[in-house]
């Protein structure tokens, strides 16, 4: 079947209402649910082939979370789905107003290599739960855990309900120039813009998750040992291929050295002396990629690490000192294990630093100091972030997941994720019960105009 008609069908399939009631949401995401725990081994078989991820952190950060997702929005969605009522303006007297969330109708979404499964299935949950049909395309560099996934939906759902497509670019320019009523997008800046194009051709709304370089601010207060292990934790999982993961360093230079030691003694509780050796320590994705990071490596003096292995694919944690913004490690998103790092006196330099660049996806900062907390949440605009941690801000579905200016648009998880793709329809029921006449023209005048 082309894509064409596979989307004409999922249409079709949408307007007999089979996605919209209640019941028939949660069916599907408990079987849903069900099929990727038949498939956990599966999953966690493809994701060590593709990306060497330890069983540990692949439940973690591709199964487990997935569970949690599902479970917090069943147990919400018949409340989410509810017509809000609203106040009644008094202009408006006697009418009553109503938020009717309704589904877009087909969606499409497209997802990255970096946690392949879970950000293809996370945004499926949501556009099940709001009552959708939908079209995922995962990502081709990922071959085996994009086949699971195109397996296990072909197992589970009606592809007039859900289907899966696998390709690179020419699948996704082909998907993107069908009349999807919105497409979710997980992956770099540059395909972003990309597709936003595409989705203008026809007015589709779009979310984007997108990526960029997401500062990590050590002040001089923090708790070193705490602050080190928790930012070796957000920039080491995945080995870096984290659109969260800090990027880069800004330390406060009083601590520069303290902060170095516990970095190492983290890297060395958590992956041994030889983190290259480490079962617990992915791999970088494709050849490509782990030569545009090794070539990183010449871009300051290395503090800390540096070693690379061609044939498995790993680079050690490195820490990077002597850079310059002008540098390649300090222009693209780094998305690797290599924390470049810089050394402030003032937080003005901080806030003047970081605000001179696009908005970043996250922010950390480890202070135990609140005003300076306050101020930094206040004068640098970034997705989301957490203070005093790293990665865990995306962990809770009470809180909204997504980028802006640059770093994305729109979010999602939770109830968010029932909003990104729904429509809030606006409904308002006027009273016959009486008539007011002065809104109506008349030949005297209207009296509003009076
Ligand atoms: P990517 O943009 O290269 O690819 C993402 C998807 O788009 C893939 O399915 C790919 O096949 C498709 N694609 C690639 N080129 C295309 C084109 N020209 N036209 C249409 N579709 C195209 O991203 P990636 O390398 O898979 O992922 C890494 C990037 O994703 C990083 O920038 C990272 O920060 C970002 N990311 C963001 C989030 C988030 O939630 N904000 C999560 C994970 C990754």
């Known amino acids: 079947m082309n894509v064409s008609e596979m989307v004409h069908k999922q249409k079709l399939y949408y307007r007999t209402g089979a996605t919209r009631p209640y019941e028939a949401r949660i069916k599907q995401l408990d079987l849903l649910k069900e099929a990727i725990r038949r498939r956990e081994p ?22 487990g979370i997935l569970f949690e997702e599902i479970s917090f929005v069943s147990k919400r969605l018949k409340r989410w789905m509810k017509p809000r009522k609203v106040k009644t303006a008094k202009t408006h007297i006697g009418s009553k107003g109503y938020i009717v969330p309704e589904p877009y109708g087909s969606v499409l979404i497209i997802a990255p290599w970096n946690y392949p499964f879970q950000l293809a299935i996370s945004p499926l949950i949501g556009a099940i739960a709001a009552g959708n049909t939908a ?23 009606d592809p007039a309900f859900v289907t899966a497509v696998e390709g690179g670019v020419e699948a996704s320019e082909m998907l993107l120039a069908e009349p999807f009523d919105k497409i979710f997008f997980t992956g770099s800046v540059a395909v972003g813009k990309v597709v936003m194009k595409a989705a203008s051709e026809r007015l589709i709304p779009v979310t984007l998750e997108l990526g960029g370089k997401s500062p990590c601010i050590v002040h001089h207060d923090a708790n070193m040992k705490l602050a080190a292990k928790r930012i070796a934790f957000g920039k080491l999982t995945n080995s870096g291929q984290t659109c969260i993961a ?11 050295d303290a902060f170095v030691t516990e970095y190492e003694k983290a890297i060395r509780q958590f992956y041994g002396k030889d983190p290259l050796l480490s079962d617990y320590y992915g791999r970088i994705v494709t050849p490509r990629h782990f030569e545009r990071l090794q070539s990183f490596l010449t871009d300051g003096s290395i503090v800390l690490g540096g070693e690379t292995d061609p044939e498995s694919l790993k680079i050690a944690p490195t820490l990077l000192d002597e850079v310059s913004w002008e540098s390649p490690v300090m222009q693209e998103e780094i998305f690797g294990p290599i924390l470049p790092m810089m050394t402030y006196k003032h937080l003005d330099e901080v806030v003047d630093m970081v605000n001179a660049r696009p908005k970043p996806l996250a922010l950390y900062l480890f202070t135990v100091n609140q005003s300076v907390q306050d101020r930094i949440v206040e004068q ?28 994305g648009m729109g979010n999602y998880h939770g109830e968010y994720s029932f909003t990104a793709f729904s429509h809030m329809k606006s409904v308002l029921k ?21």
């Open 42 to 63: 599966e999953i966690l078989e493809a994701l060590k082939i593709d990306l060497s991820k330890s069983d540990q952190e692949a439940y973690m950060t591709e199964i």
């Open 135 to 157: 079209v995922i395309k995962p990502s081709e560099l990922t071959p085996h855990v994009s086949a699971v996934i195109t397996s296990m939906i072909g197992e589970v759902f």
């Open 246 to 256: 800090p990027d880069y360093l800004l330390v406060h230079e009083s601590v520069r």
């Open 380 to 407: 640098i605009p970034f997705g989301g972030g957490s203070i005093n941690d790293t990665l865990m801000h995306i962990a809770t579905p009470y809180l909204p997941f997504g980028g802006v200016g640059e770093s």
């Open 430 to 450: 006027q009273t016959n019960a009486f008539d007011i006449k002065f809104r109506y023209p008349s030949k005297t005048g209207s009296v509003m105009m009076r």
